[in-house]
């Protein structure tokens, strides 16, 4: 298939030299095969996948990908690090989420949707990379958003600038109701309310981290095979963050069935590693049908916790790092995800060394905002008045 660029330069060139009426109608054909951003396409899972594995029928393409991979010379560590830019996915479908997005909005599409629901944190990146991939298919997003203070205006800080700038609905929910309910739960009622009002909502949970959403990462390894190959490269260990699991989960899969033989390490930045293992479980049951079970998490990645003080709470110490690292080697990481792994795996490195390791930066940047006061200290000096 040709890329939108060759068609399009192909075009222009063929203009110039007057091509026959043939040639522009393949031309015209060429174009037009270029699939929109709106347009799913059938899904073709990569060839180690396994047969008995029900596959997504469709996925849209809604992220730059591949992203790049380059290498990270991370100040005081002895290890070979390679980092791969999950946070170059675009700008305003930034980080990990949007490749789940890809199968989980093309279902919503396929079903006639108009209008998707999901759910998370006050600053959720799922949140707001599902407003903005939603507004670019003509759906209407409505976020539920777990905050202490629902009865207030929530800002516009970080992903509230962006979930508010493309107009998602936002539905705001105290800590105790969120957590009595659930955060599914709550998306099935607001489901139920919409379609009271003849929407036809789809939704998803939490981080898009479903049977589903998974088929994002596990495509991803895909991709790292690819690129692992043109570098002629192998890791040890390919470390990340892990927040809902289905990043974790597709990973998992991915590396196990594909040709790579690295060790996966998930960093846990909110809930425990057993918690993670129970989350995988119910994906993989969910995944696959019980006459052909997925084998178990626990033979398939390490789940190590980074949660530090707690979810989306930074100590002092963290926040140097994440200043520390930007400083030494111009790449950004975010406090509540990228920070924590990109921390906890060069812990491991230390307890655990190895030659050569890949980190996948999930994004997240938008939370940096958000962290401004106590940033404020660590990020004094550096400039001077030009008339002084
Ligand atoms: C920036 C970022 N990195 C990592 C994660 C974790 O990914 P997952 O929810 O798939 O575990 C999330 C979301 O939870 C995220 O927003």
Same mark, same amino acid.
């Given at each position: 298939?040709?890329?939108?660029?060759?068609?399009?330069?192909?075009?222009?060139?063929?203009?110039?030299?007057?091509?026959?009426?043939?040639?522009?109608? /393949?031309?015209?054909?060429?174009?037009?095969?270029?699939?929109?951003?709106?347009?799913?396409?059938?899904?073709?899972?990569?060839?180690?996948?396994?047969?008995?594995?029900?596959?997504?029928?469709?996925?849209?393409?809604?992220?730059?990908?591949?992203?790049?991979?380059?290498?990270?010379?991370?100040?005081?560590?002895?290890?070979?690090?390679?980092?791969?830019?999950?946070?170059?996915?675009?700008?305003?479908?930034?980080?990990?989420?949007?490749?789940?997005?890809?199968?989980?909005?093309?279902?919503?599409?396929?079903?006639?949707?108009?209008?998707?629901?999901?759910?998370?944190?006050?600053?959720?990146?799922?949140?707001?990379?599902?407003?903005?991939?939603?507004?670019?298919?003509?759906?209407?997003?409505?976020?539920?958003?777990?905050?202490?203070?629902?009865?207030?205006?929530?800002?516009?800080?970080?992903?509230?600038?962006?979930?508010?700038?493309?107009?998602?609905?936002?539905?705001?929910?105290?800590?105790?109701?969120? /957590?009595?309910?659930?955060?599914?739960?709550?998306?099935?009622?607001?489901?139920?309310?919409?379609?009271?009002?003849?929407?036809?909502?789809?939704?998803?949970?939490?981080?898009?981290?479903?049977?589903?959403?998974?088929?994002?990462?596990?495509?991803?390894?895909?991709?790292?095979?690819?690129?692992?190959?043109?570098?002629?490269?192998?890791?040890?260990?390919?470390?990340?963050?892990?927040?809902?699991?289905?990043?974790?989960?597709?990973?998992?899969?991915?590396?196990?069935?594909?040709?790579?033989?690295?060790?996966?390490?998930?960093?846990?930045?909110?809930?425990?590693?057993?918690?993670?293992?129970?989350?995988?479980?119910?994906?993989?049951?969910?995944? /696959?049908?019980?006459?052909?079970?997925?084998?178990?998490?626990?033979?398939?990645?390490?789940?190590?916790?980074?949660?530090?003080?707690?979810? /989306?709470?930074?100590?002092?110490?963290?926040?140097?790092?994440?200043?520390?690292?930007?400083?030494?080697?111009?790449?950004?990481?975010?406090?509540?995800?990228?920070?924590?792994?990109?921390?906890?795996?060069?812990?491991?490195?230390?307890?655990?060394?190895?030659?050569?390791?890949?980190?996948?930066?999930?994004?997240?940047?938008?939370?940096?905002?958000?962290?401004?006061?106590?940033?404020?200290?660590?990020?004094?000096?550096?400039?001077?008045?030009?008339?002084?």
């Amino acid at each position: 298939m040709l890329s939108a660029a060759v068609a399009v330069s192909v075009f222009s060139i063929g203009v110039g030299l007057g091509v026959t009426l043939a040639s522009r109608r /393949a031309l015209s054909i060429a174009r037009s095969s270029v699939p929109r951003a709106s347009e799913s396409t059938p899904y073709v899972a990569p060839p180690w996948t396994p047969a008995s594995l029900p596959k997504p029928q469709r996925r849209l393409r809604l992220g730059h990908l591949p992203t790049p991979m380059h290498r990270w010379q991370l100040p005081n560590v002895e290890a070979e690090v390679w980092i791969k830019r999950d946070d170059f996915t675009g700008s305003e479908f930034s980080g990990n989420k949007i490749r789940k997005l890809e199968f989980l909005l093309a279902a919503a599409v396929e079903q006639g949707c108009d209008s998707v629901i999901t759910v998370g944190g006050i600053q959720s990146n799922h949140c707001r990379a599902t407003a903005a991939a939603a507004r670019r298919l003509g759906l209407e997003p409505h976020l539920i958003l777990r905050t202490s203070r629902p009865e207030s205006d929530p800002g516009l800080i970080g992903n509230l600038m962006l979930s508010r700038m493309v107009g998602a609905q936002l539905h705001l929910v105290d800590g105790d109701t969120f /957590a009595a309910k659930g955060g599914w739960q709550l998306c099935c009622d607001l489901k139920h309310r919409l379609e009271k009002q003849g929407r036809r909502p789809y939704a998803f949970p939490s981080g898009g981290s479903n049977s589903l959403g998974s088929w994002g990462y596990l495509q991803a390894i895909a991709e790292v095979e690819e690129q692992v190959a043109t570098e002629g490269l192998s890791f040890d260990r390919i470390y990340f963050g892990c927040g809902s699991g289905g990043t974790a989960a597709g990973l998992a899969l991915g590396v196990h069935y594909s040709s790579l033989q690295s060790e996966l390490v998930a960093l846990g930045v909110d809930d425990t590693p057993d918690d993670f293992y129970a989350k995988l479980t119910s994906i993989f049951a969910d995944m /696959a049908p019980t006459s052909a079970p997925l084998p178990d998490p626990r033979t398939l990645l390490r789940i190590e916790d980074s949660v530090g003080i707690g979810y /989306a709470q930074s100590t002092e110490a963290e926040l140097r790092f994440v200043r520390e690292v930007a400083q030494s080697t111009g790449v950004v990481l975010d406090p509540v995800y990228s920070g924590k792994a990109a921390m906890g795996m060069v812990g491991d490195l230390e307890r655990r060394p190895a030659a050569r390791v890949l980190f996948i930066h999930t994004g997240g940047l938008l939370g940096l905002y958000e962290k401004d006061t106590q940033l404020k200290p660590l990020l004094e000096g550096g400039w001077t008045s030009w008339n002084a």
